[in-house]
């Protein structure tokens, strides 16, 4: 595998139910991250690990919690999502260096359904 | 605080010729970079081009060009040539010292034949 990968990527959850969104990077990066993309609306950043720890929470709800184990691995948590949570969810990794010139390569992402 | 803006929530063009995306920013840092992004309709968000704040030169890459005028705060995306497979929406994007990028709402691009 190369790059990227996001698993599942369709899934359709009803509003009390708990599931899990993985991302796995083959690139050798430091900094992860999840982008929330709805309709009609510009990529919303989520959360930022770098080098393993939480850099940055984008005034996140709580119904929704991040876990990154090591550097290739990061999953988004989820329970008691509501409707307005149906999303496209990307994960993308960096070098995790901080300097401006510092690309971001995606995932496929994840398609969320809450019923 | 920074912010990028699209204002062409879609633009048309035919095979083979050249198509404009606009894109401006705002943000009161010195260095930064901007980038612009195609998602085709599967989702994946593909990296297309590069330009730093510094860079004196507008950057290139293949049938892409930035055309980064900084005193007016724009980086505007030239593809020449277009092809049916450009087909997509395309992102602007801005990243400063020690932050993820943020980004446009997005242009989608159709290429007709």
């Known amino acids: 595998e190369t790059g990227v990968t996001q698993t599942p990527r369709h899934l359709v959850m009803g509003m009390t139910n708990k599931k899990s969104l993985k991302c796995e990077q083959h690139l050798g990066h430091n900094a992860m991250y999840w982008y929330k993309q709805s309709a009609k609306k510009p990529l919303e950043l989520m959360f930022v690990y770098n080098f393993k720890e939480q850099t940055e929470n984008n005034s996140v709800p709580s119904r929704f919690s991040p876990e990154c184990p090591n550097s290739s691995h990061l999953f988004l948590h989820l329970h008691t999502l509501q409707p307005e949570d149906s999303a496209l969810y990307l994960c993308?990794?960096?070098?995790?260096?901080?300097?401006?010139?510092?690309?971001?390569?995606f995932g496929p992402g994840t398609r969320l359904l809450v019923l | 605080a920074q912010k990028i803006t699209q204002t062409q929530p879609g633009m048309f063009v035919q095979e083979k010729e050249a198509v404009t995306l606009d894109c401006t920013y705002d943000?009161?840092?010195?260095?930064?970079?901007l980038f612009w992004y195609k998602q085709p309709s599967s989702g994946e968000m593909i990296f297309l081009i590069y330009?730093?704040?510094?860079?004196?030169q507008n950057a290139t890459e293949g049938r892409y060009s930035l055309n980064f005028q900084k005193a007016r705060k724009s980086a505007n995306l030239v593809i020449s040539a277009s092809q049916l497979g450009d087909s997509a929406m395309y992102f602007c994007?801005?990243?400063?010292?020690?932050?993820?990028?943020?980004f446009g709402k997005g242009t989608t691009l159709s290429v007709s034949s």
């Open positions: 994007a801005m990243r400063q010292a020690g932050t993820a990028l943020i």
């Open positions: 993308a990794s960096s070098q995790g260096g901080n300097t401006v010139r510092e690309t971001q390569y």
């Open positions: 943000t009161s840092d010195q260095s930064y970079g």
């Open positions: 330009q730093g704040s510094y860079d004196e």
